[in-house]
């Protein structure tokens, strides 16, 4: 699973949903509901021979999904967001003779789109539930073999059907209605087959790469292709030599699987130069973008130090590609990628994961971007060989390991437990409060930025950071000052609640600057605005604990009465305890 960044919204899909998170502070925004049918699933009635029902474990259950091959991720522009989700449709069974597998349900995928503001479907290509596996439109029949790619208004997509053999196809669609633009016919392949002649898992390709009026197709069947972008003519298409398939147990053991060394993983696009790992090939190889002719090829043992680890491309500049595995390789091309010879130097960074499927990297302009087990290492990208050590750090504050994409500002991990992210605050910050100055008389956009300078404040306070957090801290509290001004009935409960929060951190700053007086005066404020009752509570401890530091007995008793008379039904807030209660009241 891999997540997709448009805006403020971070996208995620597990093949059945699509999720849209704000991208700063983890926020779900919207959801989708499931493909129509699923329902139908979950309650028996699909019945594929119109007898037996095919529950959800049917789909998922029995190695469904091919998991070394499968690409998830979103895809999103002009308003519209686009996933591949996975509809309840199989006329095959999960079938098995005396422990001898038989035939297997192969997932059916098709796109779906929906609006990004608010996850609303927009249209999607879903057979009817009565389909005959025959019969209906282009996008309706083909199963969507690879994430989508979206240029201008044209969605690209692989594409394929598997009847006795796969049959490839690249479609393009209107990504405003989903209207087929044009569909081409590449390659006619083959999966691995069990002793019966039957495919045992599904089919998946490559990401497609759009370079101007280049469609580039890595089929992940032989052969690599270029399409016109506007037309779907293919431009030129050049074989490459697959690693044979295993043939079939004859006996009813398990079906042997081909040998994989890289990755599924789109082309890379470079100084005229199409790289390419192909996932059914044993090499590396490097074609001119005009012509489709071969430069130069590598084999997998040019980079792998250890024999048939699965490595994946992460990306590639003027002379240097970059793979990741258990360490981050590099093959470098002193003359470029079209200079006769192609990639003949090779670096590598340290191990930095163990553990399989490994999570894929990120390149960005400075560094590789590396989840490993125990934490994420950021490496110099043109020499892997050096850390950054401020930036590479354990996994904690609930962190795991996913694939990991990055933009300016976070660096987010997706994987089929999580999606989480470690953010630049002060990235983020200049962009809530740039979209606060740019709508004044706005509520909305005030308390997010408020929310998100609080946020950046605690985290200054828990560092011992005072002066810095007290300076972030009085610009948004004096912005929600002047919006209680204006602020509609409606709207005061969420302000005063936002204002009261930031008051308290406050009065914590100024109560570690040796301030207590002003500290005092901060809670005072937040007694007026009317707080919940966990606000309340959290504001007269606060209260207490100053009167205690300047030493007013009979104000600190009137206050702890106060505290049992409003707040005694109140459980004690976990990070008070933390901090102050347990060191001070715990037996």
Aim: with cysteine; charged share 25%.
């Amino acid at each position: 699973l891999h997540a997709a960044l448009s805006g403020d919204l971070v996208l995620a899909s597990d093949t059945l949903v699509l999720w849209a998170f704000d991208a700063w502070t983890g926020a779900l925004r919207w959801r989708t509901s499931e493909p129509a049918g699923w329902d139908q699933v979950d309650a028996g009635k699909v019945r594929p021979n119109g007898k037996v029902p095919i529950l959800r474990n049917g789909f998922f259950g029995n190695d469904n999904l091919h998991k070394k091959t499968l690409i998830v991720r979103p895809a999103a522009a002009a308003g519209v967001a686009l996933a591949v989700l996975q509809v309840p449709l199989s006329r095959l069974y999960n079938e098995d003779y005396q422990d001898f597998e038989i035939t297997k349900v192969i997932p059916e995928r098709r796109l779906f789109a929906f609006a990004l503001e608010d996850g609303r479907p927009l249209w999607n290509h879903a057979p009817a539930a009565d389909w005959d596996f025959e019969s209906g439109s282009f996008e309706q029949r083909m199963s969507v073999a690879a994430p989508p790619v979206i240029a201008g208004s044209r969605v690209i997509v692989p594409s394929y059907r598997m009847q006795g053999r796969v049959d490839m196809h690249v479609g393009c669609y209107d990504l405003f209605t989903g209207r087929l633009l044009w569909s081409s016919a590449l390659v006619s392949g083959q999966v691995e087959l069990n002793m019966f002649g039957r495919q045992n898992r599904e089919f998946n390709a490559a990401p497609v790469v759009v370079d101007g009026e280049r469609v580039i197709v890595l089929t992940q069947l032989g052969a690599l292709a270029a399409l016109d972008l506007y037309s779907g003519e293919i431009l030129w298409e050049t074989l490459y030599d697959q690693i044979p398939i295993p043939p079939a147990s004859r006996f009813g053991g398990p079906s042997v699987e081909r040998p994989q060394v890289w990755a599924n993983a789109a082309p890379v696009v470079t100084d005229g130069v199409v790289i390419a790992a192909p996932l059914d090939a044993f090499e590396l190889l490097g074609l001119d973008l005009a012509t489709g002719k071969k430069l130069w090829t590598r084999t997998e043992k040019s980079v792998l130090r250890a024999p048939r680890e699965m490595l994946a491309m992460l990306g590639a500049d003027d002379d240097r590609v970059w793979f990741g595995g258990s360490r981050v390789y590099a093959l470098r091309a002193a003359r470029g990628f079209a200079a006769p010879g192609g990639p003949t130097e090779l670096s590598q960074s340290r191990d930095v994961s163990t553990s399989f499927p490994r999570p894929r990297g990120a390149l960005t302009a400075r560094s590789v971007i590396v989840a490993g087990n125990e934490q994420r290492f950021v490496l110099e990208r043109t020499l892997l060989t050096n850390e950054d050590r401020r930036a590479s750090a354990p996994w904690r504050d609930g962190l795991i390991a996913g694939n990991v994409t990055a933009v300016d500002g976070a660096v987010f991990f997706t994987s089929s437990r999580a999606l989480s992210a470690c953010v630049d605050w002060r990235v983020v910050e200049q962009r809530y409060r740039a979209r606060s100055e740019a709508a004044p008389n706005e509520l909305a956009p005030a308390l997010e930025w408020a929310n998100i300078v609080a946020r950046q404040a605690r985290g200054e306070l828990d560092l011992g950071h005072v002066d810095a957090a007290l300076a972030r801290l009085a610009p948004a509290r004096k912005k929600l000052e002047a919006c209680a001004t204006r602020a509609q009935p409606g709207e005061r409960p969420a302000l005063q609640a936002a204002l009261a929060a930031l008051l308290l951190d406050e009065a914590r700053g100024q109560a570690l600057a040796a301030d207590p007086q002003a500290a005092l005066a901060s809670v005072e404020r937040v007694l007026t605005l009317e707080p919940d009752d966990a606000t309340l509570c959290r504001a007269l401890l606060r209260k207490c604990e100053l009167l205690d530091l300047r030493g007013d007995v009979a104000a600190r008793e009137t206050a702890l009465e106060e505290l049992e008379r409003r707040c005694a039904d109140q459980w004690l807030p976990g990070d008070w305890w933390d901090e102050q209660g347990r060191k001070r009241f715990a037996l």
